[in-house]
């Protein structure tokens, strides 16, 4: 945004902020913190902290004292961020992700090579696990964790050389005791309990296959009564849904075994193929804004099919009958493909209609499109602060800064709002854009995304 722009919302961002900074204890903390949202939203290519300031027009000391050593907490920052978006966005799904952060030095904590996907290949990076309150049209970021790999985590270093060092640098990062190494797809289940804990109710989740491949993360979900459809990889292996377990002969010693598939398991690609093209149905999950002569309505269309399968990873708990749970495959299976291009695994009810079922299956879109303006808008990336505590602060307040612009464009007009988390009715026309679809119905959002630069 410009210093123009900026000053015509300025009203609903101070109502926003004080919200949102509410649980803050002092009121220069809540000031600071509308302060650095400015910050964060007038354009600029860099959003760290001596740029901010200069645009500002304040000592660049002011922001970082308030993101890196200040008393407040940024949990309770994001939990009013939840409860926010969980009312104005009305979200159909929560969405697992992950964002890598480039680093050029050791210090910051967290860094190690590992994949980024900014750089598009392993390179020096932090790696940040993200839970967004999704729809078609709308998301907000409103939990993350910062990955902190094994080199990071004393408890499993064994030389004492390198165990010091490790030592040095958590503390210096100021990373406590009870942070230690713990795989992201690990920190997405702790994210999700904790938004239950913010007394958010329960969505589908959606993930890419980096969790959806872990059968441990699966397995979590359905512990926690969480449906979900998670990409996976076509060799997953499982049974076709009328595979069954027979008896095993009993020597007559020891437990009676249980009862065993007679086959061994296939990949989900064979299955898929095995139902072949008289199974594909074909659906359009949403509009998109390119319009073309030949698709003047930008219908994001292609073909997909729905089997039941048994997932038959390892770890997977068998009945009592030896079988493994049921759940329903998605693949999607271009025009002009000789096989599948990209496969889910679903828990969601089995009358769930296959639209809705690719809906919430492509809505991880939305995601991305986040990550885009999160970074190249707020700055998302640009942290240059080396502590643990400033990493999440600063993340936060990207977030809070993303919702505001995305209350602006989803309700241009001011609502005379004093408090954002205040459950108050909507206009008739802001209702009609926040329709909710449930997931057992198909989505009848006439919305087409629109970018929310605009707002930067």
Known sequence: MTPEEINKVRPRLEAFAAGMFAGLPRSDQRAKGELYLRGLMLDGQRKSMQPMAARLGVDHQRLQQFVSSSTWDHNEVRR????????????????????????????????????????????????????????????AAVDWRLFLPES???????????????????????????????????????????????????????????????????????????????????????????????????????????????EDPVNLKAIALAAGRPALRSVTWRHGTRKTLGNPTAKMRSRFLVVRVRPANRGIPRGGDGSVPECRLLAEWPPGEPEPTAYWLSTLPFDTPVKTLVRLAKIRWRIEHDYR????????????????????????????????????????????????????????RTARLLGRCMPNLPSQNPLTPKDLTKYY
């Open 80 to 139: 009013r961020l939840a409860v926010w978006a969980q009312d104005a966005i009305a979200p159909d799904a929560h969405v697992i992700d992950d964002v890598g952060f480039p680093k050029d030095g050791p210090e910051s904590p967290g860094v190690a090579r590992m994949y980024c996907g900014a750089l598009g290949k392993t390179g020096n990076c932090q790696v940040g696990v993200s839970v967004h309150l999704v729809t078609d049209y709308a998301s």
């Open 152 to 262: 990071w985590d004393p408890a499993g270093i064994t030389a004492p050389a390198r165990a010091a060092d490790v030592d040095r640098r958590r503390r210096r990062c100021g990373i406590g005791d009870d942070v230690g190494h713990r795989e992201k797809w690990r920190l997405a289940l702790d994210m999700l309990d904790e938004t239950r804990e913010w007394g958010l109710p329960d969505r589908p989740v959606v993930s890419d296959a980096g969790y959806g491949d872990v059968t441990a993360f699966r397995l979590g979900l359905t512990e926690r009564g969480l449906p979900y459809i998670v990409a996976v990889k076509p060799t997953t292996s499982a049974y076709p849904a009328d595979a069954a377990p027979e008896p095993v002969a009993h020597t007559g010693r020891g437990r009676p075994p249980l009862p065993r598939y007679p």
């Open 373 to 428: 303006e999160l970074k190249h808008g707020l700055g998302l990336d640009h942290f240059e602060g080396r502590t643990y505590t400033g990493w999440n602060r600063h993340v936060t307040l990207v977030s809070v800064a993303q919702a505001f612009c995305t209350m602006l464009r989803l309700d241009p007009k001011p609502l005379h709002r004093p408090d954002p988390l205040r459950r108050t009715p909507r206009p008739p």
